[in-house]
């Protein structure tokens, strides 16, 4: 099952059940047919309806269509992205980033960036040893960096704040 929101105004559930679609529990008979490479020709209580996939991004379930010349953006949701969303841990990397606290005690290797400096998600912030292995701490989302709390060769404790952002 997909919730697709359109403007997050209005939205409906789709899902496939064997050959045909079911919107918001309904079926949805219609004659599909594929007339050219994301574009479809469909053809529903007697209406006749000219789509095309415009743009589609799977990663972040964003897509544009055209219907019969009107463009629609739609973003789809599957029951994994409700429930996080409904838990409110949904897309982490649109939250802002304030620190990044050590996940396990250990010795501060190296730091491989500065106060002031610009940082993106995946970003490698500092090395963290911890039981002889060698743990990268990356930047959990966008942002600046305010300040290093933290020092090479110190030694650190479970949730200590090593790094706060602007």
Do not use: C, W
């Amino acid at each position: 099952m997909l919730k697709v929101f359109y403007k997050n105004e209005s939205s409906f559930e789709l899902e496939k059940e064997n050959d045909l679609l079911k919107i918001d529990g309904e079926l949805f008979p219609a004659d599909v047919q594929k007339v050219a490479e994301n574009r479809y020709h469909i053809i529903k209580d007697h209406q006749s309806f000219n789509v095309e996939i415009i743009a589609s991004d799977f990663k972040s379930k964003n897509f544009t269509i055209k219907v019969n010349g009107n463009i629609y953006e739609l973003k789809a949701k599957n029951q994994l992205d409700l429930l996080l969303e409904k838990l409110g841990m949904n897309n982490g990397s649109e939250q802002k980033v304030n620190e990044i606290k050590a996940p396990m005690p250990g010795l501060i290797l190296d730091i491989l960036v500065k106060p002031g400096n610009s940082v993106a998600k995946g970003d490698k912030i500092l090395i963290l040893e911890a039981m002889k292995m060698e743990n990268m701490l990356k930047s959990p989302g966008d942002g600046v960096l305010k300040s290093i709390e933290v020092k090479v060769g110190e030694n650190v404790e479970k949730n200590q704040v090593l790094v706060k952002f602007e």
